[in-house]
């Protein structure tokens, strides 16, 4: 079994590293406390924005034109392939019962389903989890520390960005079964489509964030730290009067995102 996206992993170690000796050279006096990097971030946040704007966010706009079944089983497929992912984290945390579920949604959805074009599993009860190594080091104790800004990946936290390196790796997307160069490059392009699809998963929210403030890189910062702090804590309510205080703007965003996967079907 070879890797087919060992260069990518590589390159994305490589600017995590650079990322994070810039941040230290960035003073963190009157910064928000879990944002000492602010100026750094907010350099990085401008470059990927304007990435995503000439050319990620025009092809999610059109890839979103697409009927919606096509999309749909899209999205069905590339959710099959995390299961797996999400199942070694939920069995990491100790979480068996879930890890079985997830187990069985991919078992279900890979062979009744057309490997994972429809998802059947959902209708039988089996509920879709989410689950990383990032969460996971969550959930052994390992503090968040501060939020941080990736070239050409966009918002993580110190604890969060070297989990992604994991999360490559136990992904069933990146690897290959064949020396072969055409199979690399029919999973390269499924990694592409991944991309896109997630992306164009976004365009609704992203919409309703940016009616929030002119500031968005503040807003996108706080609400993906408070989608993360939900995560770890698996919607546990939190003591931090720092989140709080900004609950009511977590909970507008998990119903925007429950009425998109309704109007999506997924």
Known sequence: MTLSHASLTRTFVAL??????????????????????????????AFNDGLDRAILK????????????VRTGV???????????????????GKFHDAASDTSRVLFN?????????????????????????????????????????PFWGP????????????????????SFSHGRQLRKHWQALF?????????????????????????????????LQRREFLVRDGEPVSDERWLDELDELDELEALEAMEREESGL
């Not at 025009?58 to 079944?69: C, D, I, N, Q, V």
Request: with cysteine; glycine share 8%; proline share 7%.
């Open 110 to 150: 890979t062979s009744f389903g057309l490997l994972g074009l429809i998802d059947v599993a959902s209708p039988m009860g089996l509920a879709k989890n989410n689950e990383d190594f990032g969460q996971t080091l969550g959930a052994w104790g390992v503090p968040s520390g501060p939020y941080l800004q990736i």
């Open 192 to 224: 592409v489509l991944d991309v896109i699809d997630t992306r164009a998963g976004l365009l609704s929210t992203e919409a309703a964030l940016a009616t929030m403030s002119e500031d968005r890189y503040a807003v996108m910062r706080d609400v993906w």
């Open 156 to 175: 993580s936290t110190v604890r969060d960005a070297p989990a992604l390196v994991v999360d490559f790796y136990t992904h069933p997307r990146n690897y």
């Open 16 to 45: 995590a590293i650079a990322g994070l000796a810039g941040c230290a050279s960035v003073p963190s006096e009157d910064r928000d406390p879990s944002d000492p990097f602010e100026r750094y971030n907010r350099a990085v946040f």
């Open 75 to 93: 999205g069905n497929f590339f959710s099959n392939l995390d299961d797996v992912r999400v199942a070694f984290n939920n069995v990491l945390q």
């Open 58 to 69: 025009p092809t999610a706009e059109a890839y979103s034109e697409l009927p919606r079944p």
